[in-house]
């Protein structure tokens, strides 16, 4: 399978709201709801943030939300805060017990 | 808490194997279906292989087909990456996580483990 296309950074100044957007195809993202988020600090595991295409995981602010159209995810981030600042990974299953991950995007908060 | 260390990680040669494990605490381990991904240095994480609750059910990355077998003993807890003819591409951190969910609402990875390095040089 290929990766999931994400753009490699994006950016806001705190308090905006950014997204960050995950392209697959039609064999994942598009005939499958199993789109998850996953945030990485330099040095860490990645920490699941959204699963299910929309859902938020308990201690997850709100602030984070996922959508799905077609064979493209997306997560925003509202109300931007330093501390959001980091590596975000979209993952989507590709049926057959397998799961393709997107490059990542790197956030700053200007 | 629900936790999970790798170990087993560290330096080979080219062609050379390595076995990865997985230690479970926190949960039962049999109950959950679990995964093996890896993340080469600046890049995005790749998952590597899967395996059922029992353990009778696995699927593999192409990238590591007929070189790496994922196995797990209930038991003990334990998930298992045995890895043969390792090549420089596989130079990466290998991380292990649980799958979620079940029905139409399933297949999320948390949590994670906090990652060996493998290294594989020539």
Known sequence: ???????????????????????????????????????????????LIIYDVTERPSGVPDRFSGSKSGNTASLTISGLQAEDETDYYCCAYAGRYTWVFGGGTKLTVL | DVQLVESGGGLVRTGGSLRLACVASGFIFS????????????????????????????????????????????????????????RVEDTA?????????????????????????????S
Not at chain 2, 97 to 109: D, E, K, T, V
Request: aromatic share 14%; glycine share 12%; net charge neutral.
């Open chain 2, 93 to 121: 951190v290998y991380y292990c996580a649980r799958i979620l969910g079940s029905g139409n609402h399933w297949g999320w990875f948390d949590p994670w483990g906090q990652g060996t390095l493998v290294t594989v040089s």
């Open chain 2, 31 to 86: 109950d959950y279906e679990m995964i093996w991904v890896r993340q080469a240095p600046g890049k995005g994480p790749e998952w590597i292989s899967f395996i059922s609750e029992t353990g009778n059910t696995m699927y593999y990355g192409g990238s590591v087909t007929g070189r790496f077998t994922i196995s797990r003993d209930n038991a003990e807890n334990s998930l298992y990456l045995q890895m043969n003819s390792l």
């Open chain 1, 1 to 47: 399978q290929s990766a999931l296309t994400q753009p490699r950074s994006v950016s806001g100044s705190p308090g905006q709201s950014v997204t960050i957007s995950c392209t697959g195809t039609t064999s994942d993202i598009g005939t499958y709801d199993y789109v998850s988020w996953y945030q990485q600090h330099p040095g860490k595991a990645p920490k």
